[in-house]
């Protein structure tokens, strides 16, 4: 049988706090979407860079990477 917010004591109800608990997963998202976009522009200034710096079209040189890692570029790369 399971038990419901009725079966436990006030002391025990004190203890969970489903909105504090709901507001820090908010920031979280809120956190990490802030680091994606931030990681995001941050590797376009160094494609940029190494674009107009090196002439270079990649930021990675597949031929030099472990297969793995050249699959995984392959499948989720983006072009920047």
């Known amino acids: 049988m399971s038990l ?4 436990h004591s006030p002391d025990v109800l ?4 489903p909105v504090e608990a709901v507001l820090r997963r ?3 998202a809120r956190a990490d979407s802030t ?4 990681a995001g ?4 200034k160094a494609a ?9 079209m990649d930021l ?3 031929d030099a990477c472990p297969p793995a890692l050249q699959e995984a570029i392959e499948s989720e790369g983006k072009t920047i």
């Open 4 to 7: 419901t917010s009725l079966d």
């Open 35 to 38: 680091r994606r976009r931030r």
């Open 14 to 17: 004190k203890k969970y706090r």
């Open 41 to 44: 522009l941050a590797a376009r």
């Open 60 to 62: 990675i040189d597949l």
């Open 26 to 28: 908010r920031r979280a």
């Open 48 to 56: 940029d860079l190494r674009r107009r710096e090196y002439g270079a």
